[in-house]
């Protein structure tokens, strides 16, 4: 089978495709760079979709890039570069001749409103009462296809924990040096999952016939750790403290207060229909998760 991954060339993107590619699939990416195995956004709208048994979007402008200023144009830029491309591939798929059999979209957690207590499933309301949470109806009503025979998955990922990028690349250093700690209080929700646990659910929906509807992408420990565990964790298994709290003004004072949600507060969350669906976590555990990460 034939893949296409929209943003297949990131920190997800490419542990998916190496995945797909251990398991014999071919992986063609959409980027805005040309390349090797690889079609322009341009190209896509302009000719249409390659033939390809599915299609995933994994595109987006990094949230919680330091060096960028929390303004309206990095604001808008998070949306268009979810919620445009999104809808680009949604429109090849829905104009193929051949439409696929499957089409995954990996949103986030955000969706779910930050709270010390409770615990949310995929059922669970939400969507409606801040940005992020606004961010993700529209980036998943974007995916919307009516009528369609294409089979629809939404993936709605926590902190995608693994070594070459995302969340862990930017503590490791601080708490290499021993300057690591908890975010805030430290007692806010962190939902989290493994890196080869994300790419793995979305392998396993794309290879499943009848998958279909939003799966939690998090770890079925998540609901119970908080950022103080997480970084007590971290601390651990570099072998270093990871005593000093990072206080919540800091935190302000880099990304900016609305920003700054996504790391002061957190949701439990709970991969009811993931774990419903037979799939197999490689890393429930997370210390297991961070010792296979920092080896
Ligand atoms: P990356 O930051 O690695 O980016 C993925 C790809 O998106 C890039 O390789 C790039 O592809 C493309 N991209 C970046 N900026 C833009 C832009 N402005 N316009 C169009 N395309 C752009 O993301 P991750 O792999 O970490 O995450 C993948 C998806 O999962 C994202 O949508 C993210 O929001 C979501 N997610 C990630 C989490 C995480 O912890 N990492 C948590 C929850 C959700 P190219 O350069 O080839 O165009």
Request: with cysteine; hydrophobic share 40%.
């Amino acid at each position: 089978p034939v893949f296409s991954l929209g943003g297949g060339t990131g920190f997800v993107g490419r542990a998916l495709t190496q995945l797909l590619r251990i398991r014999g699939h071919e992986v063609t990416h959409v980027s805005r760079q040309g390349g090797k195995d690889r079609i322009s956004w341009e190209e896509l709208s302009r000719s249409g979709l390659p033939p390809c048994d599915a299609v995933v979007n994994l595109a987006g402008e990094n949230v919680l890039n330091p060096f960028r200023r929390w303004d309206d144009a990095f604001c808008r830029e998070i949306i268009s570069s979810r919620v445009e491309t999104t809808k680009t591939l949604a429109k090849a798929i829905a104009d193929a001749d051949q439409p696929p059999r499957a089409w995954i979209l990996i949103t986030g957690v955000g969706y779910y409103r930050p709270s010390p207590t409770a615990e949310y499933t995929e059922d669970s309301p939400g969507g409606d009462f801040d940005f992020f949470s606004r961010l993700v109806s529209s980036w998943e009503a974007a995916a919307l296809i009516p009528g369609s025979p294409t089979r629809g998955v939404v993936v709605r990922s926590g902190v995608v924990l693994g070594r070459d990028g995302g969340a862990i690349s930017r503590m490791l250093w601080p708490f290499w040096l021993g300057l690591g700690g908890p975010l805030g209080s430290g007692l806010q929700p962190f939902p989290w999952i493994h890196i080869r646990d994300l790419s793995g659910i979305v392998c396993y929906a794309l290879e499943s016939e009848c998958l279909q509807g939003v799966f939690n992408g998090v770890s079925p420990s998540s609901p119970a750790t908080s950022n103080g565990t997480f970084a007590q964790e971290l601390g651990a298994a570099l072998g270093r403290p990871a005593l000093l709290p990072v206080p919540a003004w800091a935190v302000r004072a880099v990304f900016g207060a609305e920003r700054a949600i996504m790391l002061l507060e957190g949701q439990r969350v709970v991969p009811k229909r993931t774990l419903e669906s037979g799939y197999h976590f490689i890393f429930p555990d997370l210390s297991a998760a961070l010792k296979d990460i920092v080896a």
